[in-house]
């Protein structure tokens, strides 16, 4: 794991400790994790709540999280490491690796790029930002966190059926193209999307706790939907998200091996492994990726298309939204901040211009990732 030495900010602590305080105390938080990096140093580091409230276990810094979409920019990282050593191309078609992934829009099956998939803008979606009529959930599309046993054959023939919500290129949308990315991974480089995955990023920064698989399920943290109290995630679940159809969970999912591994949302992970992988990229990217490419992860690469999750004033890098306008967006964070977050309950910034490097991972889906809790922690740890 990268160490990063500790550098207590008591006026970091003054501004972030009582958000995490009232957070639990109103019941809208189980637990969580907040690490931010400055300089290269933790200047602020706690575990807050409990990792299970039922049976009284506290949190810890290095508890396991589902980590949804923060195993987007991991396994892009992964990709860009596979471009790197010329094993596939950004402009690759898809099919060159998968020849049966053709999606159509009106009747033709427009090529998708690998550059398309990175970037979310091959059109394809996500069940849950589509309606309840939506072809995505008439085909029971997943999205990387529910339907234990789903293989990838059977997914990407759902995606395939679903077809495109618009030409490849020609806008943006939040999707399981980084999925059809990890299936495209494992043919081009004849391994497991684990063992790529391995390879190329958790391997040499030495990330123990993250993986398509939980490294000790005693830290493993348990899932719960927003309250107030917070609520045990049962076996399935699911969580209003906008005004769409709502998320869908499987929190055991992460246990079953028939489960195809979700480029998008099938990783475990814990807060200290994924601020190292952050901060590695920040540094300038060695010994995952070149400092060109750690650069162009945090730079906006979807040129004037609408970030339609994030609003206006923003782009996407790789793994990431880019602020480029945090007037226009009303983000408290600089431009050219990198930023995202994942739906079981977590949130993560960087930026670049002062150093800094935010992660809050919690058990409590949403109000970790885009509640009142998550929003003023940015904000606070951003001042």
Not at 78 to 100: I, Q, S, Y
Not at 123 to 144: E, K
Not at 153 to 162: Q, S
Not at 239 to 248: D, H, M, N, T
């Amino acid at each position: 794991m990268v160490q990063l030495a500790e550098r207590p900010d008591a006026t970091l602590a003054a501004r972030l400790d009582p958000l995490l305080d009232a957070a639990i105390a109103e019941g809208r938080l189980a637990g969580g994790v907040c690490l931010v990096a400055r300089d290269g140093a933790l200047a602020y580091a706690r575990a807050a709540g409990h990792a299970d409230v039922e049976t009284g276990r506290p949190m810890e810094r290095n508890a396991i999280f589902r980590a949804s979409s923060l195993t987007k920019p991991i396994v892009t990282a992964a990709a860009l490491a596979l471009v790197e050593d010329g094993t596939l191309k950004l402009d690759d078609p898809v099919t060159r690796f998968l020849p049966d992934f053709r999606p159509q829009w009106d009747g033709q099956a427009p090529p998708i790029t690998i550059f398309q998939l990175l970037t979310h803008t091959a059109g394809l979606s996500y069940g849950f930002m589509q309606p309840v009529d939506g072809p995505y959930l008439q085909l029971q599309v997943s999205d990387g966190m529910d339907q234990p046993g789903l293989g990838f054959t059977e997914n990407l023939r759902r995606i395939t059926e679903a077809g495109l919500i618009f030409p490849p290129g020609a806008a943006w949308l939040y999707s399981v193209g980084m999925d059809v990315l990890g299936a495209a991974l494992e043919r081009a480089a004849g391994k497991t999307l684990g063992e790529v995955v391995a390879d190329k990023v958790t391997g040499p920064l030495g990330m123990a706790d993250t993986g398509f698989h939980v490294a000790d399920s005693r830290r493993l943290a348990k899932a719960y939907a927003d309250g107030p109290p917070p609520q045990p995630m049962g076996e399935t679940h699911v969580v209003p998200f906008a005004e769409l159809s709502g998320i869908r969970f499987a929190p055991d999912r992460i246990f079953d091996k028939a489960s195809f591994p979700s480029g998008g949302a099938g990783m475990a992970c814990s807060a200290p492994d994924f601020i190292g992988f952050l901060e590695t990229v920040r540094q300038g990217g060695a010994p995952i990726v070149s400092g060109d490419t750690a650069r162009a992860m945090m730079t906006n690469q979807t040129g004037s298309h609408a970030i339609v999750i994030s609003g206006p004033g923003m782009g996407f890098g790789f793994g990431g939204a880019v602020v480029l306008d945090n007037t226009a967006s009303g983000s408290p964070l600089p431009n050219g901040s990198w930023l995202w977050g994942g739906v079981y309950g977590h949130t993560w910034f960087v930026d670049p211009s002062r150093n800094l490097t935010f992660v809050l991972m919690t058990n409590t889906s949403t109000e970790g990732m885009s509640g009142p809790l998550s929003q003023a922690m940015v904000a606070a740890a951003a001042a």
